[in-house]
Every structure is written in C-alpha cells, then in structure tokens.
C-alpha cells in the first residue's frame, strides 16, 4: 500500500535555529496538509496546498512557516525559528481528492531546547 | 467554527466487551466524517469514513461507526474488543466535496486489559 514518508523521525532543535522537515506524499496525489499535535492535545491543521500554492492554513500558521514543494516529489514544512512552543509531532499528509482519504505520514517529533 | 468532542477522554476496558466511543461535531452543513487510530508510537491510520449512503460505516478491524445526523454525531463501536486495540482514537470532521482540512476531536484513548 502506498505510504506517506516523513523524515526524519526525530528532530532535536536549538531554540531561534531553522528546522526543514520532509515529506515524501503519495505519487498521484494532489492535495497535501501539514498538521502537529502537541504532546497530550488535539491533531491540529497548519496548512493545505494545492496546484502549487497554500489553499487554507490557520491560525498557528504564521510568518514563522512556510511550505514548499520544490521538486514535484517533496513537500516541505520550514519554521524560520523554532520557539520552545513548537515543540510537537508533526504530521504530513496528502490525499488524492481533498474531500477525504487522507493518508498521513508516520510524522516527524521536533523537540526545541 | 466547526468543532468536534470526543466525550470519553480515556476508556479501560476487558478483552471482549464492547466498545461505544462518542462524537460530536458541530457544523451546520453537510460534512464528511473520519475515525482515525493511532497505536503507540505510530502514524494516524484510517478506521473508517463516512460521505454519504449508509449511515452505517463499516471499518477495518470489526470497528464500524454510526452517523446520526439529528445528533450530530458519528459513535465508534466494537461488539468486542481484543488487547490490541489498545490505542488513541480521532473522530475528525471535513466539509463536504471541499479540499479542506480536517478538524480533529481531542482524542480518546482506550486500554484493553488481557
């Protein structure tokens, strides 16, 4: 079955350092998200993108974030400078319609010391 | 906003018993709903969904969910549980036919006891 790759599993940061985590989605899908779950709280959304560009991001998304998908393969979350409160699993995922079947990344834990 | 509650936050069970977790969401219109499970130390997996039809969903792994649209809601249930299933459970909610996101319940977690 086809899987979402996210790397690497485990990130250790410095606070105020720039972190660059990866994402390999499904080949023929089209929509891709970024969500995080803080330890102990709720999976929530980022950003979604589609046809080469952000279509929704919230709140939590701010000037600090950015995505990317610089080779039509990858799909990448930065955060410019990582604050101890971003400390958190982040999930990538992507799926092929939007309206649903997500397929979610086993996820990336940053941890900001 | 749209919003979605779990109400259980942890549930223990025995092997065999059944299983009813609850959700809720709240959105006016119509919306596509999700279980997702997460066992310790992996990814979020898809149980189950519902679009439209039915509005009883089977799943994988014997779960199945029902969605009561004058409730609002959209309950997990397994006739019988096994100790493997131990693990956190999502109820999620997207808005119908829209590339959106997904808005996540706070998590149930279950522990099955052999």
């Known amino acids: 079955e086809p899987e979402v790759t996210q790397t690497p599993s485990h990130q250790v940061t410095q606070m105020g350092q720039e972190v660059i985590l990866r994402c390999v989605p499904i080949?023929?899908?089209?929509?891709f998200y970024w969500y995080r779950q803080i330890l102990g709280q709720k999976v929530e959304f980022l950003v979604s993108?589609?046809?080469?560009?952000?279509?929704?991001k919230s709140e939590i998304f701010d000037d600090q974030f950015s995505v990317e998908r610089p080779d039509g393969s990858n799909f990448t979350l930065k955060i410019r400078s990582t604050k101890l409160e971003d400390s958190a699993m982040y999930f990538c995922?992507?799926?092929?319609?939007?309206?649903?079947?997500?397929?979610f990344g086993s996820g990336t834990r940053l941890t900001v010391v | 906003a749209q919003s979605v509650s779990q109400h259980n936050h942890h549930v223990i069970l025995s092997e065999a018993a059944s299983l009813e977790l609850g959700c809720n969401y709240s959105y006016g219109g119509t919306v596509n709903l999700f279980w997702y499970v997460q066992y310790p130390g992996q990814h979020l997996q898809l149980l189950l969904k519902?679009?439209?039809?039915?509005?009883l969903v089977k799943g994988i792994k014997g779960f199945e969910a029902e969605f009561i649209k004058s409730k609002f809601s959209f309950n997990l249930r397994k006739p019988s549980v096994q100790w493997s299933d131990t693990a956190e459970y999502f109820c999620?909610?997207?808005?119908?036919?829209?590339?959106?996101?997904?808005?996540f319940g706070q998590g149930t977690e279950l522990s099955v006891k052999p």
């Open positions: 995922a992507s799926s092929l319609q939007g309206a649903g079947g997500y397929t």
């Open positions: 999620a909610v997207n808005k119908y036919n829209q590339g959106g996101k997904l808005i």
């Open positions: 519902y679009f439209s039809g039915d509005p």
């Open positions: 080949s023929n899908h089209l929509y």
């Open positions: 993108f589609y046809n080469n560009e952000i279509s929704e």
